[in-house]
């Protein structure tokens, strides 16, 4: 576990970058953000459900798929709304 550098535009794609990490897994993006991270070489599988220990199960068997971001484009800033959280469903964490 590391300590999070924050939530600037750019902190957490150039944190994770200097770590090596090549690929994140994510429910939901924004398409800036996408971009962020693509600006490090960071692939993105979105789309992605379920827990944690299922979906980490699913990574190392070569079986986890994503699909559509789950965040609704349109919502955030920059649209004219401000948005404290995802349209998504949320997992309590334990």
């Excluded at 550098?5 to 993006?29: M, S, T, Y």
Aim: net charge positive.
């Amino acid at each position: 576990m590391v300590a999070n550098p924050g939530h600037a535009p750019g902190a957490i794609p150039k944190f994770l970058h200097n770590r090596g990490v090549k690929k994140i897994v994510c429910g939901g993006i924004g398409a800036r953000a996408v971009e962020l991270f693509r600006q490090y070489g960071i692939a993105i599988l979105t789309g992605v459900e379920g827990t944690i220990d299922e979906t980490v199960r699913k990574l190392v068997e070569g079986k986890l798929t994503g699909g559509e971001s789950l965040c609704k484009p349109g919502a955030g800033r920059g649209y004219g709304i401000e948005k404290t959280e995802c349209d998504h469903a949320h997992e309590e964490i334990q």
